[in-house]
């Protein structure tokens, strides 16, 4: 039987919005998560995908609960998290840490960087020698125990994302949700931050959820992959089967709009430009949530949702008409590699 | 050459601060020619933005800049504010990462089009109107004569960034600089804008700058790169050159640092970019370079052309035979 660490089910996150003009007050419920599922297992890595306003760091925050989910179900290791109090909560934080983009923000510029590390220890009340376990994890991070006594505005970008790695550490975590955690630093600094998330999941065996818009890193890093748009999934897979033979409509669009680092491939290949914007979460479209912007939506996408659905071993999608693997949705709808302004209907 | 639009010459740009002098820009030369797109790609810190933001005359009053930038052949470095004003205005034009630093909220975007016609055109104002909905249709913006009566917040920002390129190009500047126009955007709208900017460049045959860190959207589509690290230009020539066989060390880094698909190990660059207020001597890489030898520490560096493109490491025969063997 495989371990399985995290078993999301049907989540559900809406927000009220209230907001006034005037005397005229507005209600809105921003639909940021419609019915999500997943999982996650022991030692693996399931990137989250999606672009701005695709619920991907809402449903990052619903697993810890710093968000309250409305609707659904989040199981870490058999107990059900959405149902706990604050103190069970606080007792299973140890073992569920989160590492956000912006190491500049998520550090306390008052305190050294061993009373940062060593911190969830006092929360949690380990009493250990904490200098100990602090040097220990700077040096695993690829900092030094001198380090410890230093402040946050003393480091680089990247040593302060190590800062954060290290401290969701303190409590040997047995999963770490990643929100965005290279997508602030140079390519030359996120490399080595990439390889230190791929060391610590060698060595300690832990579970990543790594949310991020980067697809090219999303891939580096993830055994199993999920898209999500507008709130929804639109294709769950491994890693190199939504790369190489992706079947949902969205999935290829987004693949087809990442430019590669070179010229050659990019002066040849087809590309998919989508037309418009990501619709409002508030209002989002009926039936299939992509079909607005789908070049091969048809009637049924507007009637009725598609389910996520297991079409080939493994490999899910929710999409009614799926395309085959290896079917380019460029060369289905016509799609020449030329220029053109697509104006936004 | 002659054909140049912009043409810089040894540019120096620094910022006096309490803590000594920030050499932002150390000396750069370069031309950029007519409907040419070139990209300037750079780390945080390298000198890229510093560098246009001189050409357009947006840098505080305290920055000292020397050396020489010529737009259409006119010198802009060292001459009286006003007539600067008049060149920047028309022949040059700059499209910004967030479109809100040069949209104004409480003015109609078609207005906001029309008053850059007018500023630099002899037109009526209902020539200026007429022309100000051509533009937005140019760029992509659907039911032009509707939207130009909105305002910038009921735009998306995809179809800000479109309006902003609208107000750039609206005196046919003889070179648009775009700074990260497409970092803040989702992927598929980056898609949509890039196009955007390819066809201004087949249509109206501008000149363009094209600063980014994204090396994909340099290859997609810059027509020549240059690479800039510690406010130096490190490695120049045809896009398909720099991405396939790059020389500079530095290029090299960066190009390995990208996760590839294949899921192998990243070779990351070592350390972090220099303090530019006691930047290292010699070549400012080689604290971080693997390649890096006592000679580096002597002069600065200058790009050299090797090969089909330039480069400026002093040590770049060994270290391409190094490779080889």
């Known amino acids: ?345 | 050459m002659s054909d140049a639009v912009l043409s810089v010459r040894d540019l120096r740009v620094s910022f006096p601060t309490e803590d000594g002098e920030v050499q932002a820009v150390r000396g750069i030369s370069f031309d950029i020619a007519e409907h040419e797109l070139m990209g300037i790609v750079g780390e945080s810190g390298s000198g890229k933005s510093v560098t246009f933001l001189a050409v357009m005359g947006l840098l505080p009053k305290q920055a000292k800049i020397t050396g020489s930038i010529k737009v259409a052949g006119q010198e802009l470095v060292g001459i009286p504010d006003k007539t600067v004003r008049k060149v920047r205005g028309k022949k040059v034009a700059m499209i910004f990462q967030d479109p809100l630093t040069a949209l104004n909220p409480v003015h109609r975007v078609g207005k906001q089009v029309e008053e850059m016609i007018l500023a630099h055109q002899d037109v009526s104002d209902r020539e200026a109107t007429t022309k100000a909905i051509e533009l937005l249709e140019m760029v992509g913006i659907p039911q032009p004569a509707t939207r130009a009566r909105q305002y910038p917040h009921e735009f998306s920002g995809g179809m800000r960034q479109r309006a902003m390129i609208a107000m750039a190009i609206a005196n046919d500047p003889d070179i648009l600089i775009a700074d990260e126009p497409t970092t803040a955007l989702d992927t598929t709208v980056q898609a949509q804008i890039l196009e955007v900017i390819q066809s201004i460049q087949h249509e109206l045959g501008a000149a363009i700058a094209f600063i980014t860190h994204d090396l994909g959207v340099v290859a997609r589509i810059a027509d020549r790169v240059q690479v800039m690290y510690a406010g130096r230009i490190a490695e120049r020539g045809e896009a398909q050159d720099i991405f396939i066989r790059p020389t500079h060390p530095y290029t090299k880094g960066l190009l390995n640092s990208l996760p590839d698909s294949q899921g192998s190990r990243l070779i990351p660059i070592p350390g972090s970019p220099p303090n530019m207020l006691r930047p290292p001597s010699g070549c400012a890489f080689r604290v971080r370079c693997v390649h890096a030898a006592e000679v580096c520490a002597g002069e600065l560096p200058d790009l050299r052309p090797y090969g089909v493109v330039e480069t400026a490491c002093v040590r770049v025969d060994e270290i391409i035979a190094e490779m080889v063997l």
């Open chain 1, 1 to 345: 039987m495989t371990d399985r660490v995290l078993e999301v089910t049907d989540l559900f996150k809406l927000f009220e919005v209230r907001r006034s003009i005037g005397r005229r007050v507005m209600h809105y419920t921003v639909h940021a998560v419609s019915g999500v599922s997943f999982h996650i297992d022991a030692g693996e890595t399931l990137g989250l995908v999606g672009e701005s306003g695709s619920g991907k760091s809402t449903v990052g925050r619903c697993v810890l609960r710093l968000l309250e989910p409305t609707f659904g179900s989040v199981q870490y290791r058999g107990t059900e998290l959405t149902t706990l109090d604050r103190e069970e909560m606080r007792a299973l934080r140890s073992e569920l840490q989160i590492v956000f983009q912006d190491p500049y923000a998520s550090l306390d510029p008052r305190m050294t960087v061993g009373a940062t590390i060593a911190e969830p220890l006092e929360i949690h009340g380990v009493k250990s020698d904490h200098k100990a376990i602090v040097a220990e994890l700077l040096d695993r991070v690829g900092l030094s125990p001198e380090h410890a006594k230093r402040f946050p505005h003393e480091f680089s970008g990247g040593q302060r994302q190590r800062i954060g790695i290290a401290r969701a550490l303190t409590l040997n975590p047995s999963l770490i949700i990643l929100d965005e955690p290279v997508s602030a630093l140079d390519v030359s600094i996120q490399a080595g931050i990439l390889n230190l998330l791929d060391d610590l999941q060698q060595e300690i065996g832990l579970s990543y959820l790594f949310i991020a818009h980067d697809l090219s890193v999303v891939r580096h890093i993830s055994d199993r992959i999920a898209v999500m748009y507008l709130g929804r999934l639109m294709e769950v897979g491994d890693s190199e089967e939504i790369y190489e033979r992706s079947i949902h409509p969205y999935t290829q669009s987004l693949l087809s709009a990442v430019p590669v680092p070179n010229p050659e491939v990019e002066r040849t290949r087809h590309r998919i430009v989508l037309e418009g914007d990501l619709p409002s979460p508030v209002n989002p479209p009926s039936g299939c949530r992509f079909r607005t912007r789908c070049p091969i939506a048809f009637e049924r996408c507007v009637d009725e949702v598609p389910e996520l659905r297991e079409v080939h071993p493994n490999h899910w999608a929710a999409c009614h008409a799926p395309l085959m693997p290896g079917q380019n949705l460029a060369d289905l709808v016509g799609v020449e590699n030329d220029l053109r302004i697509r104006p936004n209907q």
